[in-house]
């Protein structure tokens, strides 16, 4: 089947973390045998006017496109794409939300939500990455449950995404932080536990070291203040994230951030058999289980935080987080979904 695969960015050689989602995407419906185009705007939006004008314009290249398209057309982030899908009535389409799309709260995508979900979307598949994000479309949409499928992204490449060599293990641990430095994914939590040092290791009786990635809003700032408590690494591309993974015991995910309608960096720090600490909210619970892939603490509460990180940490060797990732987001299991999925259109 030819597919137009529509999103409004594409990782680039300059910002290769951008948008990865697309190309694994790609790579999936390629590997079923699709003709698979891609379709992006390729720009880096930056103030409000621009960014509008970039939408814009960017909507009348799309119009374009899809009138001249056969076959299906696979959006990302419909909001962005409001004006050409208007005017592209009769086209098959498939629609693939995140975060941001759904939960916005703002005049445009409020307008948005009720135009579209009455006109639309009530006739399209439409695609979700978690279960508790499926709960938060059809909630604020009135779609049939029968049109909402859950399809964790691209899934995780397991050949690409392995374990460290246990013969690498030392006597401290190293617990990681792959978001970006910056409130909504918690950058406050990680300075608390930052602060408690020296509290967590003489609970666990082992040094402890953090490891970050080089990028954020407040990267400068606690950059300055953490001095050497933190050891950095420069952003990296997808593919090179596992060495990453593989240099951690434990990974902290911190986000705050209604948008986070998977968590992606959890799951992939998992596939490296690296269990994880993270929030008892949104789709995190549905891949964080107690005892098995890591831990979870109550949002909100820093002192559970510290305490849930120290029951990680004294457990460190109890966990198999990666054998859960196999079963429910690899690339394998995500190429079934897809499949059965074009199967029925």
């Not at 690409?160 to 990681?176: K, N, V």
Request: hydrophobic share 40%; charged share 25%.
């Amino acid at each position: 089947m030819k597919v137009s695969l529509v999103n409004i960015r594409y990782p680039s050689d300059s910002k290769p973390q951008v948008a990865t989602y697309i190309k694994e995407i790609k790579e999936v419906l390629l590997s079923l045998g699709h003709d698979v185009k891609v379709v992006t705007g390729g720009r880096n939006w930056q103030s409000p006017f621009f960014k509008g004008l970039d939408m814009l314009l960017f909507n009348l290249e799309i119009l374009s496109g899809i009138k001249k398209t056969e076959g299906l057309v696979y959006v990302n982030h419909p909001p962005y794409l409001i004006f050409s899908l208007l005017l592209n009535q009769k086209k098959t389409f498939i629609f693939h939300w995140h975060g941001g799309d759904l939960l916005k709260d703002s005049w445009f995508w409020n307008y948005f939500r009720r135009r579209f979900f009455r006109s639309r979307f009530n006739r399209d598949l439409q695609i979700v990455p978690s279960d508790y994000f499926k709960n938060e479309f059809l909630s604020r949409s009135g779609i049939e449950e029968s049109q909402v499928k859950i399809i964790p992204t691209g899934g995780i490449d397991m050949e690409l995404f392995l374990p460290r060599p246990s013969t690498i293990r030392t006597t401290s641990l190293t617990i990681g932080f792959a978001s970006s430095i910056s409130p909504e994914k918690g950058d406050f939590l990680l300075d608390y536990l930052i602060e408690y040092q020296g509290e967590i290791e003489n609970s666990i009786g082992l040094k402890i070291d953090f490891l970050a990635i080089r990028y954020g809003v407040n990267q400068l700032k606690y950059a300055t203040k953490w001095g050497g408590k933190v050891k950095w690494r420069e952003p990296m591309a997808k593919n090179e994230m596992p060495h990453f993974y593989q240099e951690i015991d434990l990974l902290l995910f911190l986000t705050s951030g209604k948008f986070e309608s998977l968590g992606l960096v959890g799951v992939e720090a998992m596939s490296c058999n690296v269990p994880v600490v993270g929030p008892n909210i949104f789709a995190v619970p549905e891949y964080v289980r107690p005892g098995s892939t890591g831990e979870l603490y109550e949002p909100g509460d820093e002192v559970d935080l510290k305490k849930k990180l120290i029951r990680a940490l004294n457990q460190i060797d109890d966990y198999s987080p990666r054998k859960f990732v196999v079963k429910d987001y690899s690339k394998n299991s995500v190429r079934v979904s897809y499949s059965h999925l074009f199967q029925n259109i």
